[in-house]
């Protein structure tokens, strides 16, 4: 029998501590722990050892975004040995709950090693989800958010950015699964679009990641924008195709 998902939830407001509970229970997560600011959730990781953290931002003692950098900064556990530090053998996936969306959050978030960033207003089916997806290695951002995070690239590089030394390394194939994967396709819809099998492709992302040193495909989405090889035109006209042949 597989065993239950293991959340953290850190938010200082005990409702939206115990709605969580309640949402993720009812879908067959087990809430491991709370946490009433950042200082509790790094212990609480610790001692715990969840799968996922449910983090808020604005905590007293300290933030969210500080207690993400710190967890997932801690060595593991062969590396805690060496150095003599508490362990965390295997690195949580960080999910930043809050409800502002402000962009200095959304990319100090990233920036700290989240996951994912997803604004409180979420359904609980998109909540549940949402934990499910990061934990299987995927990554995620509110759609709102991503737009606004792909501007906030352009504007700082422009459509004349140079790309990245490291894209040398992907295959004509990574480059177009990469620009096609920071247009927002989903591993199914990269899988039409390419024709090929939808293992095919979740190997294509593995590379992509393995070759760049990128942790997730939020990173990915960023090095994409950042580097130049697709612009916020790109995917606004990309997506105005998909509408119109959908």
Same mark, same amino acid.
């Given at each position: 029998?597989?065993?239950?998902?293991?959340?953290?939830?850190?938010?200082?407001?005990?409702?939206?501590?115990? $709605?969580?509970?309640?949402?993720?229970?009812? /879908?067959? +997560?087990?809430?491991?722990?709370? &946490?009433?600011?950042?200082?509790?959730?790094?212990? &609480?990781?610790?001692?715990? #050892?969840?799968?996922?953290? !449910?983090? =808020?931002? @604005?905590?007293?003692?300290?933030?969210?975004?500080?207690?993400?950098?710190?967890?997932?900064?801690?060595? #593991?556990?062969? =590396?805690?040995? #060496?150095?003599?530090?508490?362990?965390?053998? /295997?690195?949580?996936?960080? +999910?930043?709950?809050?409800?502002?969306?402000? /962009? *200095?959050?959304?990319?100090?978030?990233?920036?700290?090693?989240? %996951?994912?960033?997803?604004?409180? /207003?979420?359904?609980?089916?998109?909540?549940?989800?949402?934990? @499910?997806?990061?934990?299987?290695? =995927?990554?995620? !951002?509110?759609?709102? +958010?991503? #737009? *606004?995070?792909?501007?906030?690239?352009?504007? &700082?590089? $422009?459509?004349?950015?140079?790309?990245?030394?490291?894209?040398?390394?992907?295959?004509? @194939?990574?480059?177009?699964?990469?620009?096609?994967?920071?247009?927002?396709? %989903?591993?199914?819809?990269?899988?039409?679009?390419?024709?090929?099998?939808?293992?095919?492709?979740?190997?294509?992302? &593995? *590379?992509i990641l393995a070759k760049l040193g990128l942790r997730d495909r939020v990173q990915a989405v960023i090095v994409a924008?950042?580097?130049?090889?697709?612009?916020?035109?790109?995917?606004?006209?990309?997506?105005? %195709? =998909?509408?119109?042949?959908?």
């Open positions: 029998m597989t065993e239950p998902l293991r959340v953290l939830v850190a938010d200082d407001q005990t409702l939206v501590r115990t $709605g969580f509970r309640l949402i993720l229970g009812a /879908d067959g +997560i087990d809430v491991v722990a709370e &946490a009433t600011n950042g200082i509790e959730a790094v212990e &609480a990781v610790r001692r715990t #050892r969840p799968d996922v953290v !449910l983090m =808020d931002v @604005r905590m007293p003692e300290m933030d969210g975004l500080e207690a993400t950098r710190r967890i997932l900064a801690a060595p #593991r556990d062969h =590396d805690s040995v #060496r150095v003599g530090q508490g362990p965390f053998p /295997d690195r949580p996936r960080v +999910i930043i709950l809050t409800t502002f969306d402000l /962009d *200095r959050y959304v990319y100090a978030a990233l920036s700290a090693g989240a %996951s994912g960033f997803l604004l409180k /207003d979420v359904t609980p089916e998109q909540l549940t989800a949402a934990v @499910r997806l990061v934990r299987t290695g =995927d990554a995620l !951002l509110a759609p709102a +958010i991503t #737009r *606004r995070l792909v501007q906030r690239f352009t504007r &700082a590089g $422009g459509d004349t950015a140079a790309p990245h030394r490291d894209l040398a390394a992907l295959t004509p @194939r990574e480059l177009e699964v990469l620009g096609l994967l920071a247009r927002g396709l %989903s591993n199914a819809e990269l899988a039409a679009r390419l024709h090929l099998a939808e293992a095919t492709v979740k190997t294509h992302v &593995a *590379r924008y950042e580097t130049g090889l697709i612009s916020v035109g790109e995917r606004e006209a990309a997506q105005q %195709s =998909d509408e119109r042949t959908g």
